[in-house]
């Protein structure tokens, strides 16, 4: 079993900043692909970003692609989102989620979830 616990959601003014923090415990994050999703209000859940488990290499949707990095620290097991540039339509609840399968850069089907951190931008 995997916890995963957000963290640094808030109100941030239109291309402001901010740094999502997913704290792992239960096992060690190096196991997994991991990855950050957003649920807009009235939306679906969709894909962010993720980080491959073997050479940290990433994926971006392509509404985040060149505003939003996606970094892991294996020895603090914390992965990171590092959002500038930020638009109200970045508006969401921000989920952190790890993947133990060996599939796809947008993970699919995640084994577990995070609880969820609020971020909203003003314009």
């Known amino acids: 079993q995997v916890q995963l616990v957000e963290s640094g959601g808030g109100l941030v003014q239109a291309g402001g900043s901010l740094k999502l923090s997913c704290a792992a415990s239960g096992r060690t994050l190096s196991s997994y692909r991991m990855g950050w999703f957003r649920q807009p209000p009235g939306k679906e859940r969709e894909f962010v970003a993720s980080?491959?488990?073997?050479?940290?290499?990433?994926y971006y949707a392509d509404s985040v692609k060149g505003r939003f990095t996606i970094s892991r620290d294996n020895a603090k097991n914390t992965v990171f989102l590092q959002m500038n540039n930020l638009q109200p339509e970045d508006t969401a609840v921000y989920y952190c989620?790890?993947?133990?399968?060996?599939?796809?850069?947008?993970?699919?089907?995640?084994?577990?979830w995070g609880q969820g951190t609020q971020v909203t931008v003003s314009s």
């Open positions: 989620a790890a993947d133990s399968r060996f599939g796809g850069p947008t993970m699919s089907q995640p084994d577990y």
């Open positions: 980080i491959r488990r073997t050479d940290g290499s990433t």
